[in-house]
Nanobody, 127 residues
């Protein structure tokens, strides 16, 4: 059974940092491209970042570029999202997701192309 579990969320002041982790079981991450998405209250879920396999190329939403870094450790079957210079508008539930590496690049930001999802981790940025 495939399972993705996020951790590392919490409450942080604006300007601070957090590191989210996503641990996978039931699948081998090196055979998956991984993404992070988020959903703020009253808003639709949106793409945040993705890292492809095996190229490890990274892709970011404009809103987080330069502040967030996605990385993966295939040996630990985990993917990470380092978030810095956090803003109030980064408050959301953050989800990690996995999709097959055969997915085409142009669809990397589309949540419908991801097959497996974690339950989410709340990140709250306060002033």
């Amino acid at each position: 059974q495939v399972q993705l579990v996020e951790s590392g969320g919490g409450l942080v002041q604006a300007g601070g940092s957090l590191r989210l982790s996503c641990a996978a079981s039931g699948l081998t991450l090196r055979s998956r491209s991984m993404g992070w998405f988020r959903q703020a209250p009253g808003k639709v879920r949106e793409f945040v970042a993705a890292i492809r396999s095996p190229s490890r190329s990274t892709h970011y939403a404009d809103s987080v570029k330069g502040r967030f870094t996605i990385s993966r450790d295939d040996a630990k079957n985990s993917v990470y999202l380092q978030m810095s210079s956090l803003k109030l508008e980064d408050t959301a539930v953050y989800y990690c997701a996995a999709r097959k590496v055969t997915g085409i690049l142009s669809t990397l930001r589309e949540e419908s192309t991801y097959d497996n999802w974690g339950p989410g981790s709340q990140v709250t940025v306060s002033s």
